[in-house]
Structures are given as structure tokens and as C-alpha cells.
């Protein structure tokens, strides 16, 4: 039996539950607000609250301000983003907007434009993609 510490899993890796989503080439305008994740593959427009994991695929885009528990952010976000606990942020991701995460793992080619604030005790993590993702 060996000792080492097991792998670190990605967020996304750790989803559960049947996520709200909004699918590529759909656009939804107005709040949304949902209690558990919500996944976007479309374009959202107005603000949100998350209370589980909101994942933000590539080509997918929302404008407004979100908060969520937990984020993946693949796609683009032009608002204010707050994360009460874990932020991931991949190498596709454009945010223009102040971010605020309890803990942010951020991949090298990712771009934000705004103020990073990082809430928790836990340094930023900087990771390379190295393996296909479930967000492409």
C-alpha cells in the first residue's frame, strides 16, 4: 500500500448532479438563478447566481455578473465574477471583468482583464494543459 497522496482531481472532474444548461447556439436574456451547477455552451446575457458549479465552455460567452460556488471558466466572461469557494480558470478563458475566488487555479494562456482578489489562505495555482478536457 503506498503512500503517496493521490492525484489532485480538476473541479469539473468532481461535478455531480444534472446541471441546468444552456446549449451551444442558444441565448438566454435576463437573470438566471439556479440551485444547483449550470452548464453554458451558449451565450447568456444579464446577470446570475449560481449556488453549485457554473462551467463556461469554449466559444460559449456570458455577460453580466455571476456569482457561483464553484466555476470552470473555458469560454468568455465580460462581467464582475465572484466564487464564495473554488475558480478554475482554463487556457481558453477571456475574462473582462474583476474576479474575486475563495482559491484560483489559473492555465497558462488564459486572459483576464480586471482585478484579481483571492479571498482564501491558499496560493494561486499556475497549471499547462496537458490532457484533453471534458470543457473542449
Known amino acids: 500500500m503506498s503512500d503517496a497522496p493521490k492525484p489532485r482531481r480538476r473541479l469539473f472532474d468532481r461535478a455531480s448532479g444534472v446541471p441546468t444548461l444552456l446549449g451551444e447556439g442558444s441565448r438566454f436574456e435576463g437573470r438566471v438563478a439556479t440551485t444547483g451547477p449550470l452548464t453554458l455552451a451558449g451565450e447568456l446575457v444579464g446577470d446570475g447566481e449560481i449556488r453549485g458549479l457554473l462551467s463556461v465552455m469554449p466559444g460559449a460567452h456570458w455577460q453580466g455578473d455571476g456569482v457561483a460556488r464553484n466555476a470552470v471558466i473555458a469560454g468568455r466572461v465580460t462581467g464582475d465574477l465572484v466564487v464564495t469557494e473554488k475558480l478554475e480558470i482554463g487556457k481558453t478563458a477571456v475574462v473582462r471583468g474583476n474576479v474575486r475566488a475563495k482559491s484560483l487555479a489559473i ?11 483571492i479571498t482564501g489562505t491558499e496560493p494561486v495555482v499556475r497549471f499547462e494543459e496537458k490532457r484533453a478536457s471534458r470543457l473542449t
Open 107 to 117: 492555465a497558462h494562456g488564459a486572459v483576464v482583464d480586471g482585478e484579481l482578489s
